[in-house]
């Protein structure tokens, strides 16, 4: 639970991408304390709802990873909002960093395949096929970490799927970082990459670059007394080139800034 004064930081993040709707959840723990939330946007309304529980209630959101050849799951169950996705998980990206005196662990999955079912307001369910990205993070981070991050779902122009984890601020050292861009569900590393301030463009040191046009704007900020955290993280869609060249004909998903004091 704790290195020295530092408690341990963990999470599992579900990010799923598709033309008709975007869905995240989460599962935070930091020390003793847990956290969970969940979002929806629908795009042909462009309704966003979600929700933010300061106490993990069993059965609003649930994240089960993939085990034994048994896929991962997303289910949420909060007020009118049902869904229920699985998806099925691969090897990924994985790295351990330092970070200030102690070390990260994450590992990272993006492109992979989702799907399920989605109800509304009681209606009767419907159909999802869409992408998804994974995040698992465990670690010691400083007690004020900041970091840009992004991740998404794509094509280039002959139809070969794409997709990609950029981070600014943490976990992101020259080389041995959480940065990759999948080619055909394949990871490579990214070289290192810089955000906008306002999350519009992340060029990356090869001169590639990725723009970004949010379409739903997701913000929070608590203040808890010894753990503040202040984040934006719209969805959206990317355009431009990812790090190491592949062109983007079309790209979904999500950017972060996010300001901790943990």
């Known amino acids: 639970m704790f290195r020295g004064s530092r408690p341990l930081k963990r999470w599992r993040y579900v990010g799923v991408f598709c033309e008709e709707l975007m869905v995240c959840a989460a599962i935070v723990q930091v020390g003793p304390a847990r956290q969970s939330f969940w979002a ?12 933010t529980h300061m106490l993990v209630r069993r059965g609003s959101v649930e994240l089960k ?11 949420v169950r909060d007020g009118t909002v049902r869904i229920d996705l699985a998806f099925q998980e691969d090897a990924g990206w994985e790295t351990t960093c330092p970070h200030g005196a102690e070390y990260v662990w994450t590992r990272k999955q993006a492109g992979i395949r989702a799907h399920g079912t989605l109800s509304l307001d009681g209606e009767t369910p419907c159909s999802v096929e869409a992408l998804a990205v ?8 400083s007690r004020v970490t900041e970091w840009c991050w992004a991740a998404g779902v794509g094509v280039d122009a002959s139809g070969r799927p794409l997709a990609f984890n950029l981070v600014q601020g943490v976990n992101d050292p020259a ?13 490579r590393e990214a070289p290192p990459v810089s955000f906008a301030a306002d999350l519009s463009q992340i060029t990356a040191e090869d001169g590639s670059q990725l ?3 949010p379409e739903a704007a997701r913000a929070r900020h608590e203040n808890l ?5 202040d984040y934006q993280a719209p969805f959206g869609s990317f355009s431009g080139t990812l790090p190491g060249g592949s062109e983007l004909a079309h790209g979904l ?10």
């Open 40 to 51: 929806l946007f629908t795009r042909a309304d462009f309704r966003l709802q979600e929700r």
């Open 65 to 75: 990873p993939g085990r034994q050849g048994e896929p991962g799951r997303l289910c």
């Open 134 to 141: 994974v995040d698992d993070t465990a670690g010691y981070h």
């Open 175 to 187: 080389t041995g970082s959480e940065r990759a861009v999948w080619v055909d569900g394949i990871p």
């Open 211 to 213: 723009r970004f046009a």
């Open 225 to 229: 007394l010894l753990v503040r955290s």
């Open 253 to 262: 998903g999500v950017v972060e800034h996010h300001r901790a004091c943990w």
